[in-house]
Every structure is written in C-alpha cells, then in structure tokens.
C-alpha cells in the first residue's frame, strides 16, 4: 500500500505544479522575459558571441555586473598551485592548493611532516 501512497503523492504534487506553471506562463512580466531571452541568445547567435563575452561587454559598461567582479578579484592575485599528495599505506589521494589541510595534518601527526612532504606528487 506504500506505494500506491506514494503515486498519489507524487500525482497530486504533479497537477499542483502543473497548475503553478500554467499561472507563470500566462504572466506578463515572465512573457517579456522570455522574450527578452530569446532575443539575447539570438543577438549572441548572429555575432557569435558566448555569455561570458556579453558579461564582459557587459563588465565594461557597468563594472557593478557580477561577471567583472569575478575577473577583476582573479587578476588581484593567482591561484596558488595544486599539490597532490598520495599515503603509500592507504593509497588515499589529496589534492589540495593551501597547507592547512585536514587530512594532510592527520598524515603529519601521524607519519612525519618530511615523509608526507615526500608524498607529494607532480
């Protein structure tokens, strides 16, 4: 009986937001968004263009855009290199770009600082 439950549930919770999207899609506002979309992707289309180039643009326009922010805290200061390490007793793999971490401090207390150093793979 749990499942026949189950399939009512889900077919209830089905017709409700069948309902729920049927009232988006005769909403104004969503209609000139879609529209605006549509309209989007097919200037991107015509000047074959990706979002990131449009953010870009888009970036230099208005620098408050999310797409700016994003290059300009990337350009501040390079990632720092990715480290892996792998315990020969265990086989387990870390991967890590900073120092501090958990299992790499398990492995320490445990092995040695310069034996788990010895670990690390390029």
Known sequence: MAKINEY??????????????????????????????????????????????????????????????????????PKRPLKTYKNPHSGEVVKTRGGNHKTLNEWREKYGKEAVQGWQQD
């Not at 889900?10 to 729920?20: G, H, I, P, V, Y």
């Not at 005769?26 to 549509?38: H, I, V």
């Not at 015509?46 to 290059?71: R, T, W």
């Open 8 to 77: 009512y549930q889900k077919k209830q919770l089905m017709d409700k937001l069948a309902d729920e999207l049927k009232k988006l899609e005769e909403d104004n506002a969503l209609k000139r968004e879609l529209e605006f979309e549509e309209k989007i992707r097919a200037l991107m289309k015509d000047y074959n263009k990706s979002a990131k180039d449009v953010l870009q643009v888009l970036g230099a326009i208005d620098p408050s855009v999310s797409g700016a922010k994003a290059d300009a805290a990337g350009s501040s200061r």
